[in-house]
């Protein structure tokens, strides 16, 4: 059965997607611990990391890499913390979370944003990767 990260690749359930390419997309989180939270996963669809061929491990290190700019120049915050936790999921994901603060790191605080706010994020984010 489909993760529901293939189901938002293949368009069955909508995203905020800010980048895609040949191998990788770039979503907000929809439950986001801090604004501009976002996701990037392998399209195919793989559970673990450390499953990832070596040459996919890399290309979605250097997709995240490149998101991860330009969400650092798009959303104010002292830097871009990036987690790879993967439990909720059974599909690879790299987390790119604005940090402001540690709490923002914790998992344990999530913020509401309405689906203007998403869309504004999403905007700013395309727009730093041209």
């Known amino acids: 059965m489909a993760s529901i990260f293939t189901k938002i690749i293949q368009g069955e359930i909508p995203s905020y ?3 895609e ?3 990788f997309y770039a979503f907000l989180d929809i439950n986001p611990n801090a604004p501009g939270h976002t996701l990037c996963v392998p399209k195919k669809e793989v559970d673990k990391i450390l499953d990832l061929e070596k040459e996919m491990y890399s290309g ?3 997709f995240a890499r490149k ?3 330009a969400l650092e120049s798009a959303i104010e ?3 871009v ?3 790879v936790i ?3 999921v059974p599909h690879v994901h790299v987390h790119l979370i604005p940090l402001r603060s540690m709490a923002d790191a914790t998992f344990g605080s999530k913020v509401s944003l309405s689906t203007e706010e ?3 994020i999403a905007r700013k984010i395309k727009a730093e990767l041209g």
Do not use: S
């Open 17 to 19: 997607k800010v980048a």
């Open 21 to 23: 390419d040949d191998n």
């Open 60 to 62: 979605l290190m250097a």
């Open 67 to 69: 998101v991860g700019l």
């Open 77 to 79: 915050c002292k830097r």
């Open 81 to 83: 913390g990036i987690f």
């Open 86 to 88: 993967g439990l909720e």
């Open 118 to 120: 998403f869309e504004e």
